[in-house]
């Protein structure tokens, strides 16, 4: 099977196949780090590289042989990548997880919307915001430690 182009993709394909298989349904993931082992014969002039870690995510049901993988190498993605398949190990649904194709939610009818006030009219405001307004441009320090 090969790699699934984005981690969206991942995420979404793997909710909608735990969903229609959560017994048998497994997760794994798989960090590689290469160990750097010096260069037997490089020349002194080579700059050395850096060996560069990855993830590897695979969703797999052996009942319909479905593996879906994806392997990334940011950093960033990978704490997102973990809480998303921690909440989709724990019973998480869809739309829950905020994806893009998650499913509408339905409504019930058409939804009374009060309306707003006149342009020329003013809102009631109470005395709190009046005085707050007056303070928003006067600045003051705050407490802490003074000079040294």
């Known amino acids: 099977m090969p790699y699934l182009p984005t981690s969206q993709a991942y995420l979404e394909q793997s ?10 349904t497994r997760i794994t993931t798989k960090y590689n780090f290469p160990s ?24 797999y049901n052996p009942t319909s042989g479905i593996c879906l993988k994806y392997r990334t190498n940011k950093g960033a993605e990978v704490g997102r990548l973990i809480t998303s398949l921690g909440k989709l190990a724990g019973g998480a649904n869809v739309a829950a997880l905020g994806l893009s194709n998650a499913a509408p939610v339905a409504q019930t009818g058409d939804v ?4 707003a ?28 430690k003074g000079k040294r």
């Not at 909710?15 to 017994?23: D, K, Q, R």
């Open 117 to 144: 006030p006149e342009e020329g009219g003013s809102a009631p405001v109470s005395a709190a915001a009046k005085t707050e307004g007056n303070k928003a441009g006067k600045g003051r320090k705050k407490g802490g």
């Open 36 to 59: 750097q082992k010096p260069a037997k014969q490089s020349p002194p002039d080579t700059p050395s590289q850096t060996p560069i870690a990855s993830l590897t995510l695979k969703t």
């Open 15 to 24: 909710a909608l196949l735990l969903e229609a298989y959560p017994n048998d």
């Open 112 to 115: 009374e919307m009060a309306d």
